[in-house]
């Protein structure tokens, strides 16, 4: 088992930036490639972007790529993500996840936090 808690959301201006922190604690943190996703009330969740195990690679959604950087650091068992040039449209829970292959597939993820809100006003 891996728990993960996300923290760091809240309400922001448009343009604004915010870093949403996810740490883990269970099983080896490093052994898992992590995913950050989100939701939007009414929507389906949506792939954000993933890094590996590794922090060697990371890929991102077309919506985000340039304005999010996810990082790790697998000696703090933690996973970040930087969010900047913030948009009304980022509004909305966002979500890390754990799994062995991370993909933009929610369904590649073992593990899932309790999501934190993320509010962006105009």
């Known amino acids: 088992q891996v728990q993960l808690i996300e923290s760091g959301g809240g309400l922001v201006q448009a343009g604004g930036s915010l870093r949403l922190s996810c740490a883990a604690s269970g099983r080896t943190f490093n052994n898992y490639d992590m995913g950050w996703f989100r939701q939007a009330p009414g929507k389906e969740r949506e792939f954000v972007g993933v890094?590996?195990?590794?922090?060697?690679?990371?890929y991102y959604a077309d919506s985000v790529k340039g304005r999010f950087t996810i990082s790790r650091d697998n000696a703090k068992n933690t996973v970040y993500l930087q969010m900047n040039s913030l948009k009304p449209e980022d509004t909305a829970v966002y979500y890390c996840?754990?799994?062995?292959?991370?993909?933009?597939?929610?369904?590649?993820?073992?593990?899932w936090g309790q999501g934190t809100q993320v509010t962006v006003s105009s």
């Open positions: 996840a754990a799994g062995e292959t991370g993909t933009w597939n929610v369904r590649a993820y073992d593990y």
């Open positions: 890094i590996s195990w590794s922090g060697e690679t990371a």
